[in-house]
C-alpha cells in the first residue's frame, strides 16, 4: 500500500536505461573486456591519486626539512618531543592541503556527474567514479578532523555540494557530493549516510538527493539516491529513505524502509518514552 507523500521505490531498469555511448569504440570494448577495463580505470585512477597525495604531502615534508634539524639542536631529551610536535603539525598541514588539492583536481578532471541509468562497465560511469576516487580520499583520512568545524562545509562546496545557509552537517559517511542538495537551516545528524547513487545486477543508477529547508535528519539514518525530502520534514534516527521516497513537507518519517509517521502515533510513543522514565525501565 502507498503511503501519502510518497512513491514505490525504483529499482534499476536495464530495459529503458539511458546507457550513453554504447554504440562507441570505448564501450564496445569495456562491453567486451569489463575486467580488463576497470582494471585499467583502476591503474589511472590510482596514478592520479598518486599525484594528489605528493602535491598535498609536498608542504608537510617542507616543513618537516625544516623542523627537524631545529628541533635537535635542543638535545636529545628536547628535541625527539619536538620533532613529535613537528609530525603532528606536518600531519595537519598535509590535511589541509589535500582539502584544496582534491577539489582543484575534480574541476580539472572530467568528473560532471549526470543522472545515470545503465551499465557499471560504461564509460559514461567514469565521471562519478573519478569523483567519489577524489572525494574519497579527503573522507577516509582528513575530513572527519574538520566536519565540525567551518573547514568541512566549505570542502563539500568545493566538490560541488549545495549548502544553503546555517545548515548543519555532523557526518562524513557522504557518497556523490555534487548530487547532494541541502536547502538553509538543515540539519544532518551524526553519522548519517547520503549516497545518490544505488544498483544491483550489473546495473548503476545515479539520481540527486534534495533535502528542503528546515528539514532534520536523525543520527544514523541512511538516504539514498533519488530522494526528495520536502521543507520542515523529519527523518528519525536509524531510518532508511530508499530511492523514490518523497517525504512531503512537515512530515515525519521513521523505519526501514522508513515511512510517514503521524502526529498521534509521535505521540503514542513520546507517552511510552515518559512511562519507561517514570517507571526507571
Known amino acids: 500500500m502507498d503511503h501519502a507523500g510518497s512513491t514505490p521505490h525504483k529499482q534499476p531498469r536495464p530495459d529503458t536505461a539511458t546507457h550513453r555511448g554504447a554504440g ?27 599525484v594528489v597525495i605528493g602535491l598535498a604531502l609536498a608542504p608537510a615534508l617542507w616543513l618537516l ?19 613529535g610536535i613537528g609530525f603532528g603539525l606536518a600531519f595537519f598541514v598535509a590535511g589541509f592541503a589535500l582539502l584544496l588539492v582534491v ?4 574541476w580539472m578532471l572530467p568528473t560532471r556527474v549526470e543522472s545515470y ?33 567551518p573547514f568541512g562545509p566549505w570542502f563539500l562546496r568545493a566538490m560541488g555540494m549545495k549548502i544553503g545557509k546555517r545548515a548543519f552537517i555532523n ?34 543508477v545515479i539520481e540527486p538527493i534534495v533535502i528542503e529547508s528546515r528539514a532534520t535528519i536523525g543520527q544514523k539514518a541512511t538516504v539514498m539516491g533519488d530522494v526528495h525530502i520536502g521543507a520542515g520534514a523529519k527523518i528519525l534516527p536509524h531510518s532508511v529513505l530508499l530511492p523514490g521516497s518523497r517525504v512531503g513537507a512537515g512530515e515525519t518519517w521513521a523505519g526501514v524502509p522508513a515511512r510517514p509517521i503521524s502526529a498521534s502515533e509521535m505521540e503514542h510513543v513520546r507517552q511510552d518514552i515518559h512511562g519507561m522514565t517514570c517507571d526507571g525501565k
Open 117 to 149: 541509468h545503465g551499465a557499471y562497465y560504461s564509460i559514461a560511469a567514469v565521471p562519478w567514479f573519478l569523483h567519489n576516487a577524489l572525494f574519497y580520499m579527503a573522507r577516509y583520512t582528513f575530513l572527519p578532523y574538520v566536519t565540525l568545524t
Open 65 to 83: 626539512v625544516i623542523w627537524w634539524p631545529w628541533a635537535m639542536t635542543h638535545g636529545e631529551l628536547l628535541g625527539w618531543p619536538l620533532v
Open 171 to 204: 557526518t562524513e559517511f557522504i557518497s556523490d557530493p555534487c548530487l547532494i542538495t541541502l536547502g538553509d537551516d538543515v540539519v544532518i545528524g551524526g553519522s548519517t549516510h547520503l549516497f545518490a547513487h544505488f544498483g544491483g545486477g550489473g546495473h548503476l
Open 24 to 50: 562507441n569504440a570505448i564501450d564496445r570494448f569495456i562491453h567486451r573486456f569489463g575486467s580488463l577495463a576497470h582494471l585499467l580505470v583502476v591503474l589511472v585512477v590510482y596514478a592520479v591519486l598518486a
Open 103 to 106: 577539489p582543484l583536481f575534480n
